[in-house]
């Protein structure tokens, strides 16, 4: 072998191995392509980022006031009567039982629904993550003490899930009074004990996994452990979650609103006051239940598909 | 040889592993009895290596050696300071000089981080390199040392091949400048390819840095082949030590003999005239290991007296340090192995001159069993 | 005739936002009856992937290609429809895997499990099946078969879980034996009683063996023929003696170099492949392993090396093989002509 052909069968792996762009490609850069290339993520993008648009800038174009009786100042809607007229070029979605334009009152109501949504998941995951990273890292830490705070911690995290979901938002709307706060506060206490549990099962499996071993034999502190390596490497299915819990959290808000635990103003516009309201109509008007259902079903199956997707582009075992 | 050239002294080391249950409150009911009482030592600029099947302790050894496993008893000696009762910052500070390098390159590299800021935490670590500038000079230094291009660091671990990985796994351990490296598996998880390469590496860096090492592997080759010293562990314990190559020249231990003639070798001459002592069954339970000697439940040369009730000590034996009672007189060919349960068998029956061979087949008994 | 024939075996997979692997990529061999058949490669060399295709156990999936033939007793397995495949896998041809844990049911005792085997292919029921299960887990040397037979495979050593897994195979002595790295999970002397089980198995039935694996210890000693695969082809085919003491391919004898062997000494340098096996060409530009070889000619990258057969039965896919022992450095044996059928770069792309 001379030395020629042996420096050019290097250059040549080298330039192999170099082929892609200068720059490494981070995990996080990984997942976005990987999401790019996946329809499922694309639909889900694409009906949230509607949604939130929606949301932030429709209330300033809607063709009416939404808590305005239009129809039955006009005379047109007699719902005692059973007579609520349908939709028409001027109201696309038709007027309510209260005589009010459906369309404007789905659009207003959708800026609600993300608010009580975002708030109520970032409630859940706020609280989730503080229960659940206390936990994961006593567990981690170990010791007579770390293990007795993660036990405790855990336990009540057990009771939680021991109550029924919705009875749980139930008694704390009921102990708090009926308000929109009430709701993202009982909605997002129900997705803390998923929330604390992830985040504590996936530190522990981090806290046991080689690279923390070897940054232990580098000799760093253990907080400094926890904050580099263990926490940032958690995260990725707790991010999955917060996206599902979205789709959750946006149902189970609908549903309390629909049991009346709520804005006490009913008048103001929400998908899941609209869908209760229908309620008493649906053989003369099913259309005003099915407004409002369909919106919240396809919002949730936006964050859904977009969850999924993540949950599949964040997957370590994807991963070439 | 002067105390001076041994930098790692292992005294009685032990590390029991409670069994927890219960559902609230735990409840001990047992102990693993990973590492049970061993000594070792490990001279300066040479390389012991540790040999042994899973579950036989030889990881956790490693461990406990860095004190990165709590010893439940025993003393670790690294060049005069006693590691066991060193308070956390000195010891935090006494990493520097003893690295470890992980069996799996890939789960053992942090994969958020690119190689720049693996290899940099330690320096910050330590306090060692002012500046950036100085940092990436040094770590540029040792990615030199384990043969990665400079572009490698704003990579990241998943952008490697395997080879590579390990090499940065290296990489992070030298560029603090230890003086012992305790190589966890180093090859077991690459390719049969890639192996040389690592091997060739660490014997590299050994000279040019004169390092200590403690490699520890299941494959016997690997050992032999990197190690100047090398200690069989069995169930906890080590069962013999001896020079590598006297080790493989005259095994003295029954375990060691097994070992050694189970391995297959790349060569079809060698396979054909091997003699092959099988073992009877499995490995006993490191939570309940056997009485006496215990290797004696499957020891082929196990003697009716002595190895069910006395636990044999490693003695000196002609320059190998081996725990059997028997030792000598199975070296001398005086003790036969038992026929019963275990035996020497000739490894034959595949090769191109099929030869008969001595087992009792019950083929017979199936075929009766059909009817 | 041979019992198995595969022909210019092929496999590709491809997936939604991913590049398209050609994991096999014209793999051909033959195992005799009774004959001990090694397929030896590292990771990604396509061992696996050509045995499961074989027996027809790839899941299923439209970006997933199988193409090629891969003959058994003159029936070709890949055009077999499922009910068919099923017949004969487990009664004709069986199959051992790498991790016996997860290739038995868990829930269900070892002894059902057994049974079951024979049920299905040998009709047995009842107390003979009973029978029968605990004379096949005694012959593969599992101690008191009838208490065995109705424990979990939780309370297994994986010593005897392979065994157990070895008598579902043998149940109903299949004529071919699949083994895909049968050892590699388990530690050195297990892996001797495994390893010379076998060979009791195939020297006593004459069940032909091919035997997938990466340790070239292993096949030192089990095989009669040898394929060493390299990116999804075979590279070299000999005998067992010929492949360890003259190498015809680099990449055999790299291999052979490079791993450290119990019999030589402390600090003997071992001469290791350079590169890794993601550094690989496609077959279609020349020779895969050329960016690795050490005997890298300007000819390897012209088209893919063609199969050299010599005289002794054996062949290599080379255009500059290590000469032998005493011949002139890089001069063909007489008898080495490049085999007329081998399959050309133009053919490749039809394929495509």
């Known amino acids: 072998m001379t030395m020629t052909g042996k420096k050019e069968r290097l250059d040549r792996l080298a330039e192999m191995v170099n082929r892609d762009d200068e720059r490494g490609v981070s995990l996080w850069q990984e997942a976005f392509r990987r999401l790019r290339r996946n329809p499922a993520a694309i639909i889900g993008a694409v009906i949230l980022t509607a949604f939130v648009l929606v949301a932030l800038v429709g209330p300033f174009f809607v063709p009416y006031e939404p808590k305005d009786t239009i129809g039955i100042r006009e005379g047109l809607v007699k719902s005692g009567q059973g007579i609520i007229p349908g939709a028409s070029a001027e109201h696309w979605f038709g007027y309510d039982h209260q005589g009010r334009d459906v369309f404007s009152r789905m659009i207003v109501g959708a800026r609600q629904t993300l608010l009580v949504g975002v708030v109520a998941t970032l409630i859940g995951l706020a609280v989730g993550a503080l229960i659940g990273g206390v936990a994961g890292a006593a567990a981690g830490l170990g010791g007579r003490w770390g293990r007795a705070v993660d036990n405790a911690l855990m336990r009540v995290i057990d009771m939680m899930l021991a109550l029924p979901s919705l009875l749980l938002a139930v008694s704390i709307a009921a102990l708090l009074g009926a308000s929109l706060s009430t709701v993202m506060i009982a909605v997002g206490m129900v997705s803390v004990p998923v929330f604390a549990r992830l985040l504590r099962v996936s530190m522990i499996a981090q806290a046991n996994s080689d690279y923390v071993l070897a940054a232990t034999s580098l000799g760093v502190r253990k907080p400094k452990i926890a904050l580099t390596h263990i926490v940032p490497n958690s995260l990725a299915p707790v991010i999955v979650q917060a996206t599902l819990t979205l789709a959750t959290a946006i149902i189970e808000a609908a549903a309390l609103s629909f049991l009346g635990l709520g804005n006490p103003d009913t008048a103001q516009p929400e998908w899941g006051v609209m869908l209760a309201d229908a309620q008493p109509y649906l053989g003369i008007r099913p259309a005003l239940a099915i407004f409002p259902a369909v919106a919240i079903i396809i919002t949730a199956l936006g964050f859904t598909l977009l969850g999924e997707a993540m949950r599949e582009a964040l997957d370590p075992k994807l991963r070439k | 040889m002067t105390d001076n050239d041994i930098l790692v002294e292992v005294r009685d080391l032990k590390v029991h592993f409670p069994i927890k249950r219960g559902v609230l409150f735990d409840r001990t009911i047992g102990h693993v009895k990973a590492v049970d009482g061993v000594d070792l030592r490990i001279p300066r600029g040479q390389t012991y290596g540790l040999v042994g099947e899973s579950g036989c302790g030889k990881s956790t050894l490693g461990r406990a050696l860095l004190q990165l496993t709590p010893p439940t008893g025993g003393e670790v000696v690294f060049d005069d300071v006693e590691l066991t009762t060193l308070p956390p910052a000195r010891l935090r500070a006494m990493r520097r000089r003893m690295q470890m390098i992980f069996q799996d390159p890939m789960s053992s590299l942090d994969p958020r981080q690119n190689v720049e800021s693996i290899l940099t935490e330690g320096l910050q670590t330590h306090g060692i390199g002012g500046n950036r500038d100085e940092r990436r000079a040094i770590i540029g230094e040792a990615l030199d040392k384990v043969g990665l291009p400079r572009w490698a660091l704003s990579r990241y671990p998943h952008e490697f091949s395997g080879g590579q990985r390990q090499r940065i796994g290296i990489a992070r351990a030298v560029v603090l400048g230890p003086e012992l490296i305790v190589a966890d598996e180093p090859v077991s998880a690459l390719d049969v390819s890639i192996q040389a390469q690592v091997v060739n590496l660490l014997d590299e860096l050994q000279e040019s840095l004169g390092l200590t090492y403690l490699v520890i592997a299941h494959d016997l080759a690997v050992v032999r082949h990197i190690s100047d010293i090398v200690g069989v562990m069995y169930l906890g314990a080590l069962v013999e030590e001896a020079p590598s190559d006297r080790l493989y020249t005259e095994p003295l231990h029954p375990y060691t003999r097994a070992l050694m003639s189970a391995v297959p070798v790349p060569d079809p001459d060698v396979e054909d005239r091997r003699e092959r002592i099988l073992l009877a069954g499995d490995l006993p339970s490191p939570a309940n290991p056997p009485a006496g000697c215990r290797f004696h439940t499957r020891c082929p040369w196990a003697q009716p007296t002595r190895c069910a009730d006395e636990r044999p000590v490693l003695r000196e034996i002609g320059g190998s340090r081996v725990a059997c009672h028997w030792a000598e007189r199975i070296a001398s060919g005086e003790l036969r192995p038992n026929q019963e349960g275990a035996g020497a068998i000739r490894g034959s029956a595949g090769g191109e001159a099929p030869e008969p061979v001595s087992i009792p087949t019950s083929t017979a008994k199936a075929d009766s069993a059909d009817g | ?352």
């Open chain 3, 1 to 352: 005739m041979a019992l198995l024939e595969v022909d210019d075996l092929s496999v590709t997979f491809a997936r939604r936002g991913q590049r398209t692997v050609r994991a096999v990529d014209g793999v051909s061999f033959s195992v005799d009856a009774g004959e001990v058949v090694g397929l030896v490669g590292e990771s990604g060399c396509g061992k696996s992937v050509t045995s499961m295709a074989i027996m027809g156990l790839l899941p299923r999936h439209p970006g997933t290609r199988i193409g090629g033939k891969a003959a058994f007793d003159g029936t070709d397995l890949l055009g077999l429809d499922d009910r068919a495949r099923r017949d004969i896998r487990g009664r004709d041809v069986a199959m051992i895997f790498q991790d016996p844990l997860s290739s038995l049911n868990p829930v269900i005792p070892i002894g059902l499990q057994v049974t079951e085997v024979l049920a299905r292919h040998r009709g047995m029921k009842g107390d003979a099946a009973r029978k029968e299960a605990a004379g096949l887990l005694d012959r593969v040397g599992i101690p008191d078969p009838t208490r065995r037979l109705k424990e979990y495979p939780h309370q297994l050593s994986g010593g005897m879980r392979q065994r157990a897994l070895i008598a579902m195979a043998v149940a109903c002595r299949p004529r071919l034996l699949i083994a895909d790295e049968p050892t590699t999970a388990l530690d050195v002397t297990i892996q001797a009683q495994i390893l010379e089980l076998l060979k009791e198995l195939v020297h006593d039935s004459g069940t032909a063996l091919v035997m997938i694996t990466h340790d070239l210890g292993v096949v030192a000693g089990m095989c009669d023929s040898i394929n060493v695969l390299y990116a999804g082809r075979v590279v070299e085919t000999a005998r067992r003696r010929p492949l360890f003491r003259e190498p015809r391919h680099p990449y055999t004898s790299g291999l052979l170099g490079s791993v450290p062997r119990l019999d030589s000494g402390r600090g003997e340098p071992l001469n290791p492949i350079p590169g890794s096996v993601r550094d690989v060409l496609s077959w279609s530009e020349g020779c895969a392993f050329a960016p690795r070889c050490s005997r890298r000619v300007d000819a390897c990258l012209d088209e893919t090396p063609p199969v050299v057969r010599t005289h002794d039965g054996r062949s290599y896919r080379c255009v500059d093989p290590v000469p032998l022992p005493g011949a002139v450095p890089a001069q063909a044996g007489p008898a080495d002509q490049p085999e007329a059928s081998s399959p050309e770069p133009n053919e490749e792309k039809t394929r495509d």
